[in-house]
């Protein structure tokens, strides 16, 4: 697993622009429940107490001619 303990490069590393996009056009969340949860994790980066962690699977192979 992978931690990361800045607000700013977790949003980076995970895309997250994107992923909340998805879940707002899905119907996962709704704008006023995205804006609370940035508001907390931003409260959170603040006084640094934000913290994410996430698995990384890396595949790797050669191609044979």
């Given at each position: 697993p992978y931690s990361i303990t800045s607000y700013g490069l977790c949003r980076d590393v995970l895309v997250m622009d994107r992923r909340?996009?998805?879940?707002?056009?899905?119907?996962?969340i709704r704008q006023d429940e995205l804006d609370r949860w940035h508001q907390d994790?931003?409260?959170?980066?603040?006084?640094?107490?934000?913290?994410?962690?996430?698995?990384?699977?890396?595949?790797?192979?050669?191609?044979?001619?």
């Open positions: 909340e996009g998805e879940a707002l056009t899905a119907g996962a994790l931003e409260k959170l980066d603040g006084t640094g107490g934000f913290f994410a962690t996430f698995n990384l699977v890396l595949v790797a192979g050669n191609v044979r001619f």
